[in-house]
């Protein structure tokens, strides 16, 4: 069965962006490939090197993961940093990697110009190390959102170039997937760019906000003045908006709002209460089992345990091959 591997940061809360960018596609996938999906902690320290809580936000992503419907029967879901293979495989695939090539990444130099004062290893070879990620359990298929198109190049560069050096078929070729289209990118509420947690206050939807929080956020979303011409084309902030209207609301609340903005009657105080209470709706149900769940210790562990002892039988197999291959001994 075809492979699968994905992670998440534990930075900050899942929110609608990690939803249907990825999360989305990790709850169809575990049903029709060999899933791995982790808690990329490892990954976390590039850019917060020492986690006010760490053990806790692992937990707590873990938490958001079970509850937006993986199942750790069905798939294997780890912490990254349960699975020291991988980082053994970084270092070996750290050997390969050119600095230009990271240099040139795009999410390289939007961080260092973000944070001149954290200029890091970690956050250079962050590529190399998703790409260990993913080529230790030799996946094929990994679901993630648009921003992270080119760290799945630079993985597949990685692979064929250990290949080719070592004269060996050991990597296949991973490739970004998402379930029917192309890859997702969701707005945020602050009128330009994409949802994300690190984007400031208001511009993402936590599945574990509150419907007041939601409310709030949701009213406070950039606008325009509204239309004046009808048919007129719709500025970036309110086509954000019906973006995220059509992920959460029916085909016909999309088509009504959209005709009133096209006779330019439409008043956005009611399309976004109308999404805000779309959103509430669609999030409501894992918001609870959020809570549900991050209560119960014994199982948050047991799923753990559970899913570094499935991550390492893969991994094993995979480090003793690299290692063989290379000409090092093999435990
Ligand atoms: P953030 O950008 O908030 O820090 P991450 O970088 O941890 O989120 O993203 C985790 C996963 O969620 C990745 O697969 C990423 O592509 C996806 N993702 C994050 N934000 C969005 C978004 N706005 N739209 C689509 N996918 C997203
Ligand atoms: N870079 C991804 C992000 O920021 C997280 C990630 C780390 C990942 N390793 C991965 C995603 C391996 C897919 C596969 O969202």
Same mark, same amino acid.
Do not use: W
């Given at each position: 069965?075809?492979?699968? +591997?994905?992670?998440? $940061? ?14 989305? *596609? ?29 053990? $806790?936000?692992?937990?707590?992503? =873990? ?6 419907? &993986? ?22 695939? *750290? ?16 961080? &260092? $110009? ?23 359990? #030799?996946?094929?298929? +990994?679901?993630?959102? /648009? ?12 692979? *064929? ?23 997702? /990118? ?54 954000? =908006? ?30 976004? /209460? ?27 562990? #047991? ?21 063989? +291959? &290379?000409?090092?001994?093999? #435990?």
């Amino acid at each position: 069965m075809e492979r699968v +591997v994905s992670g998440i $940061r534990p930075t900050g809360n899942l929110h609608l962006g990690n939803y249907f960018g990825a999360v989305r *596609n990790f709850v169809r996938m575990q049903h029709e490939y060999d899933c791995f999906f982790f808690i990329a902690d490892y990954h976390s320290l590039t850019t917060h090197p020492t986690p006010e809580n760490l053990r $806790r936000s692992v937990r707590q992503a =873990l938490s958001e993961y079970l509850a937006c419907g &993986i199942d750790p029967d069905k798939c294997t879901i780890y912490a990254q940093s349960d699975l020291p293979e991988t980082a053994e495989l970084y270092l070996l695939l *750290n050997m390969n990697a050119y600095v230009g090539e990271l240099e040139r990444c795009t999410s390289f130099k939007e961080k &260092i $110009r973000k944070h001149p004062d954290n200029v890091n290893a970690g956050l250079l070879t962050y590529p190399t190390l998703m790409a260990a990620d993913i080529l230790i359990h #030799k996946a094929v298929k +990994v679901p993630v959102g /648009k921003d992270q198109e080119q760290h799945l190049e630079m993985s597949r560069t990685f692979a *064929n170039r250990f290949n080719r050096l070592y004269n060996c078929t050991t990597f296949p070729e991973p490739h970004a997937f998402n379930f029917g289209s192309g890859l997702v /990118k969701v707005p945020g509420l602050d009128g330009s760019g994409k949802m994300g947690k690190s984007e400031g206050e208001g511009n993402a939807i936590f599945l574990a906000d509150s419907p007041e929080v939601i409310r709030k956020k949701v009213m406070r979303a950039v606008t325009d003045s509204g239309p004046v011409n009808p048919g007129q084309e719709m500025p970036e902030p309110v086509a954000n =908006l019906f973006s995220l209207m059509r992920l959460v609301s029916t085909s016909d609340t999309v088509e009504f709002f959209e005709s009133k903005y096209q006779d330019c009657s439409i008043r956005y105080g009611d399309l976004k /209460k109308q999404l805000a209470e779309d959103m509430v709706a669609f999030i409501a149900p894992i918001n609870e089992e959020i809570h549900r769940i991050a209560s119960d210790d014994a199982l948050i562990s #047991k799923v753990m345990d559970q899913g570094a002892e499935k991550a390492h039988a893969s991994a094993n197999k995979t480090i003793s091959e690299v290692r063989n +291959v &290379i000409g090092f001994r093999t #435990k």
